[in-house]
């Protein structure tokens, strides 16, 4: 069994060093549309954490995975895939799906405009 990476302190962690600092150009940003944050990142310290990033992702339970259970409500994303809890605020399950949004790697399965329909009202997604 390796080293953990997934928790809150690592998320929040890598998801804030990913954002912009005063006095940075923002010009250059890498778009990611979570479910209530929108968020810039920059570019070059995101693809310095891509690999941190993956390996987070890959903590969540295989039923998130395309080629495990294909995709599952974000309401589940706050175990990992031992069953263990991570974290308890969707604040910070929503930024490390962000962080996957803006490296390919995470999409929702359906439009905005259908989450209404789902459990909860949240959205489910894949992790590519």
């Known amino acids: ?18 954002l912009f600092r005063m006095d940075e150009d923002t010009s250059n940003y890498v778009k990611a549309e979570g479910i209530i944050t929108n968020v810039g990142f920059h570019p070059t310290r995101l693809k310095s ?4 990033i993956e390996k987070m992702l890959d903590e969540l ?6 080629s495990g259970g294909g995709g599952w409500s974000f ?9 263990n809890q991570w974290t ?3 604040e910070t399950m ?7 949004i803006a490296i390919g790697k995470v999409k929702f399965q359906l ?18």
């Open 88 to 90: 308890g605020l969707h």
């Open 111 to 128: 439009p905005r405009e259908m989450w209404k329909v789902l459990p909860g009202g949240m959205p489910y997604l894949v992790i590519e």
């Open 1 to 18: 069994m390796g080293t953990r990476k997934l928790t809150s302190k690592e998320v929040k962690a890598v998801f804030l060093n990913c």
């Open 94 to 100: 929503e930024q490390l799906i962000l962080l996957g």
């Open 75 to 83: 309401l589940n994303a706050c175990n990992d895939k031992d069953g």
């Open 61 to 66: 339970p295989d039923e998130f995975k395309k």
């Open 49 to 52: 954490h891509k690999e941190e």
